[in-house]
């Protein structure tokens, strides 16, 4: 998919885009999965999205920016721990290769 667009697109291009090539793939997948965050007794809609949440077990997190940094990388953590899932990718496309922009992170 990389190869096809290359990078310099919006971040919501390569998340329909990816969705796709992981629907053909015969997993599933979800685009911008709302994530409430528990404070005491209250749950609380306070606008955390996954891009992408597959199979109900991975949480993928879309850049497209020049550079990740570590502020990113805090960004995934949170998100797994609020919504639950252990393991998650981060993903910059805006890179030559996108081995270059890619990041697993574990929770």
């Known amino acids: 998919m990389h190869r096809a667009l290359g990078p310099g697109l919006l971040e919501s291009v390569y998340e329909a885009c990816l ?3 992981i629907r ?3 997993l599933k997948v979800e685009r911008q999965v709302g994530v409430p ?4 007794d209250a749950r609380m809609d306070v606008g955390f999205r996954l891009d992408l949440l597959i ?4 949480v993928v997190e879309i850049k497209a920016i020049d550079a990740l940094a570590s502020i990113h990388t805090a960004q995934v ?3 797994l721990r609020f919504s639950g899932r252990r393991l998650g990718y981060l993903i910059n496309f805006n890179t030559t290769l996108l081995k270059n922009g890619l990041r697993r992170v574990v929770l």
């Not at 965050?37 to 005491?40: E, K, L, N």
């Not at 199979?55 to 991975?58: A, E, F, G, T």
Request: glycine share 12%; no cysteine; charged share 30%.
């Open 24 to 26: 053909q793939r015969g």
């Open 37 to 40: 965050v528990a404070y005491g």
């Open 77 to 79: 953590l949170t998100y």
């Open 19 to 21: 969705a796709e090539e």
């Open 55 to 58: 199979d109900d077990l991975v």
